[in-house]
């Protein structure tokens, strides 16, 4: 709550400052176009969380690491949703942040995994059911 007033006021001033700058013209440009980016993000939100879930099936991402890529992707859109240069700059680092650790995760050699108790596949392995036990042989 109290970091909320001092980030409004930083927020409000930052972009009067850059409206000024820039123009009220490209201020506006501005917010529609980021707001369009991070609803875009947004909506493709799953597919990110899939392929950084297929990353951590891999071996390439573990449990900490995805979920900072999940969060910091979906951090990163509604700030830039939100209107205003700071929020926009947040957006950005957050998503710089996810892409990162998404590069990471492509160059990373797949990890095996030792746990699983994988049998050789060169070997059948069969259970022999005895579909008779129930009759008695008298011979």
């Known amino acids: 709550m109290f970091m909320a007033i001092p980030f409004f006021f930083l927020e409000l001033y930052l972009s009067l400052k850059t409206g000024e700058t820039i123009g009220f013209f490209w201020s506006v440009v501005w917010i529609v176009m980021s707001a369009i980016l991070g609803v875009t993000l947004l909506r493709h ?10 990353a951590m099936q ?4 573990n449990i900490k690491k995805f979920q900072d890529a999940s969060m910091s992707y979906f951090v990163g859109s509604i700030l830039l949703i939100i209107p205003g ?5 947040l957006g950005l680092l957050a998503l710089s942040y996810t892409f990162y650790l998404q590069f990471i995760a492509k160059i990373t050699p797949e990890q095996t995994n030792f746990n699983q108790n994988k049998g050789d596949d060169n070997v059948i392995d069969v259970e022999i059911i005895d579909e008779h036990s129930d009759r008695i042989d008298h011979t």
Do not use: F, T
């Open 58 to 61: 891999k071996g390439k991402l």
């Open 45 to 54: 939100s799953p597919v990110a969380v899939m392929g950084n879930m297929k």
């Open 85 to 89: 240069v700071l929020s926009d700059i």
